[in-house]
């Protein structure tokens, strides 16, 4: 994973948000949609924001595989640069990511370290999914973004937040379930 430009830090605390949904895919299922990094593009990214290209190697992903994207959404452009860091068949993936962002509005850029982790739990022939993302340093909050920096604001930004990842983990849901019933 190629190394970002750092500044300081303008994160008080680590911001994070955690979403869990029901899958009737197996474990293994929803396992397998992760670790196909090339598929992602068919079911990645939070309900505002649009996966725009994705490039990684073929195959199964496993720990320590390192892959490049792009994406947008109303306020920014981003390229991130991930390493995987856990995956473990079926109950564990994990991905550290080093996003470069550009604000659309006035093109101020920031560098943000997120951690994206999935827990799955095997239910019978089904799952229980947990997702955890974690912006662990960011050394701007452009736009909208600058309501994780403002203590009254931040609830506010974690429930929106909180909203498009529980999107972006019902499509992967969803891919899961239509892999398992093919």
């Known amino acids: 994973m190629r190394q970002q430009r750092t500044a300081a830090n303008v994160l008080r605390r680590e911001v994070n948000v955690t979403v ?38 073929p195959g199964q992903a496993a720990a320590g595989t390192e892959f490049t994207s792009t994406a947008e959404d109303a306020i920014c452009r981003m390229r991130d640069s991930s390493v995987i860091t856990e995956a473990v068949r079926p109950s564990r993936f994990e ?11 006035n093109g101020t850029p920031a560098d943000w370290l997120l951690v994206h982790r999935y827990e799955i739990r ?7 999914v947990t997702y955890t993302c974690r912006l ?7 736009g909208l973004l600058a309501m994780f920096g403002i203590p009254v ?15 972006g983990l019902r499509r992967l849901i969803a891919a899961a379930e239509t892999t398992a019933r093919a």
Not at 122 to 128: K, R
Request: cysteine-free; glycine content about 6%; proline content about 8%.
């Open 20 to 57: 869990r949904e029901h899958s009737t895919a197996p474990a293994r299922a929803v396992f397998d949609v992760l670790a196909d990094l090339p598929g992602h593009p068919g079911w990645g990214g939070a309900e505002a924001t649009t996966l725009l290209s994705m490039e990684a190697p």
């Open 122 to 128: 095997p239910d019978g022939n089904q799952s229980d």
């Open 95 to 105: 991905r550290v990511t080093e996003s470069a962002l550009e604000s659309k509005k």
């Open 136 to 142: 662990v340093r960011a050394t701007a909050l452009p």
């Open 153 to 167: 604001l931040r609830s506010l930004a974690a429930r929106e937040w909180a909203r498009a990842s529980r999107a």
